[in-house]
């Protein structure tokens, strides 16, 4: 089971974004997938979690939306109104169980988020 995330670039404050993640590999069940963020200087953090929406980071509330395609097993961040402070590198994660019943969690590579004008 791999993750490969995508969708990253460069955006001015206020403008828009979309996170991709794709699950590859012989899939059985999805536990769950988070988004998570790394500023420089800073500890990796939680921005959403697709099965518990009461984890979603205070800071992106009302902006980021966490969602799923369940038959191609994309996770998605839409992003809007982006501010500097969001400028990271934004991570997916999978508690994935594939086909012969083994548990898989797994971090795809970051994709760089850059806020700035």
């Known amino acids: 089971v791999q993750l490969q995330a995508s969708g990253g670039g460069l955006v001015e404050p206020g403008g828009s974004l979309r996170l991709s993640c794709a699950a590859s590999?012989?899939?059985?069940?999805?536990?769950?997938m988070t988004w998570s963020r790394q500023a420089p200087g800073k500890e990796r953090e939680l921005v959403a979690d697709m099965h518990d929406s009461a984890a979603t980071n205070d800071a992106v509330k009302g902006r980021f939306t966490i969602s799923r395609d369940d038959d191609r097993n994309i996770l998605y961040l839409q992003m809007n109104d982006l501010k500097p402070e969001d400028t990271a590198v934004y991570y997916c994660?999978?508690?994935?169980?594939?086909?012969?019943?083994?548990?898989?969690?797994?971090w795809g590579r970051g994709t760089q988020v850059t806020v700035s004008s």
């Open positions: 590999g012989t899939i059985w069940i999805i536990n769950t």
């Open positions: 994660f999978g508690d994935i169980v594939d086909y012969s019943g083994h548990r898989h969690t797994t």
